[in-house]
Nanobody
């Protein structure tokens, strides 16, 4: 099982990034997929989630209206489109796959928002 995040980097406040998470080794289309983030000295927090078929999404209040989660089950990939980035969005972003008692994590990708 592998979840490989990419797309992180350094961006100025107000900028945009698109994170990708490529999955392999499990039946991606059955899993609820989420993005979490963890800032230095803080606990990991849920950013956004998308149902297995992509029809339902959830967002943390702090990112509503700015971030969009989507998935492509044909490509076994989940995305996080991040717009209007703020300094406080700086964190390591992790991809998570859940199905019942099964949970898989990626290694994370760093997003730094700085002027």
């Amino acid at each position: 099982v592998q979840l490989v995040e990419s797309g992180g980097g350094l961006v100025q406040p107000g900028g945009s990034l698109r994170l990708s998470c490529a999955a392999s080794g499990f039946t991606f289309s059955l899993y609820y997929m989420s993005w979490y983030r963890q800032a230095p000295g803080k606990e990991r927090e849920l950013v956004a989630g998308v149902s297995s078929a992509g029809g339902s999404t959830d967002y943390a209040d702090s990112v509503k209206g700015r971030f969009t989660i989507s998935r492509d089950n044909a490509r076994n990939t989940v995305y996080l489109h991040m717009n209007s980035l703020k300094l406080e969005d700086t964190a390591v972003y992790y991809c998570n796959a859940v199905l019942k008692h099964l949970s898989y994590w990626g290694q994370g990708t760093q997003v730094t928002v700085s002027s």
